[in-house]
């Protein structure tokens, strides 16, 4: 098969479309044939030789794909040779086949053609694991997601609409923060030129957001704690700015807050919490509303595989609104 690989860590100069050896499906698993997969942040740190994949993982790009169901190893039932599928991976998108566990696997939704369905499990499996599963956002809470015109900002500010939450968003433009209202963010704060905290607790009448999803880490700890309404939940998702801050614990126990940092690739496949329970939570609740277009996947462009540097190269510059999907087969 042909893949992207990574000639040593470096800019996107360093990926080239390249000869690698066929996988083959294990017990458990199944081989698919990609149709198109989709860039995350998390390439772009591997790609620089700071993220390697979990022990046992493919080194190729790629956390999520599309494509059809080429071969079926043991002891894997509900699914067959030729079935359309997405799927979450621990690595390995960016080629003409993978190998990925059947419980990470699940059907094209209703209305999603195959293409678009490959920048969906990512997101998908990281906002319902994150905002539901830990935090646990109800019906008329607050939900303040940071990078509200990203891929995953844009699904989450749907996700947090459709359970009844009002949403606030965080984005450093007006073409970003318009779309993000489009989607359904009733508080919209450029973080270039405005203080999402004194935005958000006026919005809210000096409550706070019960539940923030973010992006940045340390650089927005304290504000992010400031921002929380009482019994709050914090949940960090990355580390766009930076990994370490200080800790005030007096401000976490005044306001009876949870402070949560999760990560989606390193999860054991079984168990509770792991990739299996979350795909299964996602197919059940998640699916539902893409089918009947309350949650739309949000594309910002579509190139071939063998451009992924440039792919890279966008999604550096910033500016990013959803999903930057790679085509390998068209």
């Known amino acids: 098969m042909q893949a992207i690989v990574i000639r040593e860590p470096g800019g996107p100069e360093v990926l080239r479309w390249a000869p690698l050896p ?85 059907p094209i939704p209703q209305g999603v053609d195959m293409v678009t369905a490959a920048g969906l ?17 109800t019906e008329g809470e607050t939900l303040l997601v940071h990078g509200g015109a990203g891929g995953i900002g844009t699904f989450a500010v749907q996700v947090g609409r459709a359970l009844g939450a009002r949403v606030a968003v965080t984005a450093g433009t007006d073409t970003g923060l318009e779309r993000c209202r489009e989607l359904g963010a009733e508080i919209t704060v450029n973080y270039r030129t405005e ?36 019994d709050g939940r914090l949940v960090i998702i990355g580390m766009q700015g930076g990994v370490k801050t200080e800790l005030n614990v007096g401000s976490l126990l ?3 807050a ?19 329970e979350i795909v299964a939570q996602v197919r059940k609740n998640l699916w539902p509303l893409i089918a009947s277009g309350r949650v739309k996947p949000v594309v910002h462009t579509k190139l071939p595989v063998k451009d992924a540097g440039d792919a890279h190269r966008i999604l550096e510059a910033g500016g990013v609104i959803g999903k930057i999907i790679l085509v390998v087969r068209s």
């Open 22 to 106: 066929d996988p083959k499906p294990g017990k458990g698993e199944v081989l698919i044939e990609v149709t198109a997969t989709a860039v995350n942040r998390a390439d772009l740190l591997q790609r620089k030789g700071f993220y390697p994949p979990p022990p046992g993982a493919s080194k190729v790009l790629g956390l999520e794909c599309s494509g059809t169901i080429a071969a079926v190893g043991p002891e894997v039932s509900g699914w067959k040779v030729g079935n359309q599928v997405c799927a979450l991976l621990a690595g390995g998108g960016y080629a003409e086949r993978v190998v990925v566990p059947a419980a990470q696997l699940l």
């Open 258 to 276: 949870t402070v949560t940092a999760t990560g989606l690739r390193g999860r054991p496949v079984d168990g509770r919490n792991g990739k299996g």
């Open 121 to 137: 499990p990512e997101v998908a499996c990281t906002v319902w694991s994150n905002v539901v599963m830990s935090a646990g956002l």
């Open 195 to 230: 203080d999402f905290v004194e935005v958000v607790r006026k919005a809210t009448g000096d409550h706070g957001a019960d539940v923030v999803l973010d992006n940045m880490g340390a650089a927005y700890f304290e504000r992010n704690v400031e921002v929380l309404a009482p």
């Open 254 to 256: 005044a306001k009876r």
